[in-house]
């Protein structure tokens, strides 16, 4: 009896995948566990196994195809590797409206068997038709052939109204020969929805100010043997910021909570997300429950981060949840930068490089090891005086990291 292999549960609010790579083809046999398939989801890769051995059937979602959850991907047949199946046969399509019929008028929903198949993919037209939407209006997709996805629709949606009104099909661009031309992966098409969405949606300002190092500095350089010897990893700057923002968001609870349609939500526990960047773009790991964790096991939960996303191992899991986010953007030089949210959270730190320069203490110009650092909060939950005082707090932290030993 065969086997179906269907789209896995594909973790929280994740309803939808891309089929991004056949790894197995038709009339291949293949072994338990196997991997066959790769989907693309908002977040990360995953691949899908052979629960069993045996030969896999014909291909029922193409590459470039987008999935729901639950869907038939292909089916798998006991036995050794036979002849190659016959393909899938298409599914059929309804008749195209006579010539005589009345035509809808523009505010009448549209049935979903009206938007050509060809033209989106079927949880793109499913949205078209909660929408009222075309594909003319929302224009050429980016699926696989051009043809539009969810993603497609929901930025199309995210836009506002003037721009929708206005959005027209664009005439087909003439490439040069010396250009080429490569189709954004899903991971790609979602961080800039997000990353818009965010824009649109929160009020978001961002507050500076500036760390010296020089004490941070001096306790690694103190304790870096004995800290590397007894935990198997270094003490570095994320560990010591990483405290200093959770100690700084128990005094600031706004920072840490999440605004739910009229409603605030408070949390009394730190989901840190660290921002980390991978092969295909850059992705916020999550640290549970941050605040019950000491420097060590918070630097070796963040390497272990570092690494899955290098070799694009990550779950579904490590990326949700977030209360919180750091980004670095020093790791590649940045001396300042204004740090986006991770909706739905309303805050975001963001650390820059580290530079020796002149400054004042106590009446004397010295030279320090400085750091910029940023807060972008969202200013419908959060004061400016709030982020201000965050900030400030931050930085006190970091200075005299004893602070964190001793809870003040």
């Known amino acids: 009896m065969s086997v179906e292999i269907k789209v896995p549960t594909l973790g929280e609010s994740v309803t939808t995948a891309t089929v991004a790579k056949w790894l197995k083809k038709a009339g291949d046999a293949v072994a338990a566990d196997e991997p066959i398939v790769e989907l693309e989801t908002d977040k990360v890769s995953v691949e899908v196994s052979a629960p069993q051995a045996g030969v896999l059937g014909a291909e029922v979602a193409k590459e470039g195809d987008e999935v729901e959850v639950g869907a038939l991907l292909t089916t798998l047949e006991p036995g050794a590797a036979g002849a190659k199946p016959a393909a899938a046969a298409p599914a059929e399509k309804k008749e195209a409206p006579k010539a005589a019929a009345p035509a809808p008028t523009p505010s009448a929903p549209k049935d979903a068997a009206a938007i050509d198949a060809a033209a989106a993919l079927p949880a793109a037209r499913k949205l078209m038709t909660e929408n009222n939407l075309s594909a003319d209006q929302v224009g050429k997709g980016s699926g696989l052939n051009g043809r539009i996805t969810k993603g497609d629709v929901q930025t199309f949606l995210s836009q506002p109204p003037v721009a929708q009104q206005q959005a027209a099909p664009k005439p087909p661009r003439n490439d040069d020969p010396r250009e080429e031309r490569v189709k954004m992966t899903r991971l790609r098409r979602t961080i800039a929805r997000r990353l818009k969405d965010a824009q649109n ?52 609870p706004a920072i840490n909570a999440e605004i739910d349609g009229e409603d605030v939500i408070y949390r009394d526990f ?87 320069r002149p400054v004042a203490v106590k009446g004397q110009v010295v030279i320090r090891p400085m750091m910029y650092i940023a807060l972008s909060y969202d200013h419908r939950i959060v004061d400016g005086k ?23």
């Open 270 to 356: 730190v989901n840190l997300g660290i921002a980390v960047g991978g092969p295909n773009g850059l992705v916020v790991p999550v640290i549970r429950d941050a605040d019950k964790l000491g420097f060590a096991q918070i630097e070796k939960t963040i390497a272990g981060f570092g690494k899955a996303a290098r070799e694009g191992t990550l779950k579904i899991d490590d990326l949700s949840g977030g209360t919180f986010s750091i980004t670095n953007g020093g790791i590649y030089g940045s001396l300042l930068s204004t740090p986006i949210l991770n909706a739905p959270q309303s805050g975001i730190l963001g650390m820059h490089s580290i530079q020796e």
């Open 386 to 408: 709030e982020a201000v005082s965050f900030l400030v707090r931050i930085k006190q932290n970091v200075e005299d990291p004893r602070r964190l030993l001793i809870d003040v």
């Open 201 to 252: 949606t929160a009020a978001i300002l961002t507050t500076f100010n500036e760390v010296d190092l020089s004490a941070a500095m001096e306790l690694r350089a103190e304790y870096q043997d004995f800290f590397v010897k007894k935990h198997g990893v270094k003490l570095g700057y994320m560990s010591i910021f990483s405290r200093a923002v959770i100690a700084a968001l128990k005094e600031f």
